[in-house]
């Protein structure tokens, strides 16, 4: 029978506990190191998911950027377009307008008939009705200040007056303007 020894020495107690406690503690020290390192890898992976996360916000709100200009140029094209698809239609009745007014003067300087001249006179009330109907303006320069903006000189003459120098004496074409926007400039004899 062999004889269990039993520490009855408090300091062999404390010498062996000691002992393995050391023995113990590289284990204790490489755990620490070899859980760092997943933590740095994990740290280095969290940071670059948020650069990708901040580059892929930033792509995302430049492209919404930028499809909202698109939708508004696109827009505001519609809108000029639908504004000015009669222009070439209406530039192109602005010579039959011309013709009527001057047929108009013609038959009121002759002895035509009163059925010629209200049926002349209507044609030209419902085409001049129609054409502001669409936008149509007539610019008013007869007697103010020559502007370049709407009125282009074909003769200068004497004023008769010193105070007209400088305005429109007689209109030989008349301007016309469309939503705003010139499409004739008027024809204008300036006095001098």
């Known amino acids: 029978m062999k004889h269990n020894k039993k520490h009855n020495n408090p300091e062999e107690q404390v010498k062996e506990t000691a002992e393995q406690q050391q023995a113990q503690q590289p284990e ?8 760092q390192a997943p933590a740095d890898e994990t740290a280095e992976a969290l940071e670059q998911a948020q650069k990708q996360a901040a580059e892929a916000q930033d792509k995302y709100l430049r492209l919404a950027a930028e499809f909202d200009n698109f939708r508004r140029r696109t827009a505001k094209e519609k809108l000029d377009l639908v504004k ?13 307008l011309d013709d009527c007014e001057r047929a108009i003067k013609q038959l009121e300087q002759t002895e035509a008939s009163t059925f010629e001249k209200e049926g002349t006179g209507l ?32 003769a200068q003459i004497p004023a008769p007056d010193p105070s007209q120098k400088g305005k429109v ?24």
């Open 28 to 35: 204790a020290e490489q755990q620490p190191a070899a859980e």
């Open 84 to 96: 000015s698809a009669g222009e070439d239609i209406l530039k192109g009745m602005l010579p039959v």
């Open 123 to 154: 044609i030209y009330s419902k085409l001049l009705s129609y054409m502001k109907n669409c936008g149509l303006e007539e610019i008013e320069v007869e007697g103010k200040e020559f502007d370049t903006d709407f009125a282009e000189a074909v």
């Open 169 to 192: 004496l007689e209109v030989v074409q008349k301007g016309y303007t469309l939503g705003g926007k010139v499409i004739r400039f008027a024809r204008v004899v300036v006095g001098l």
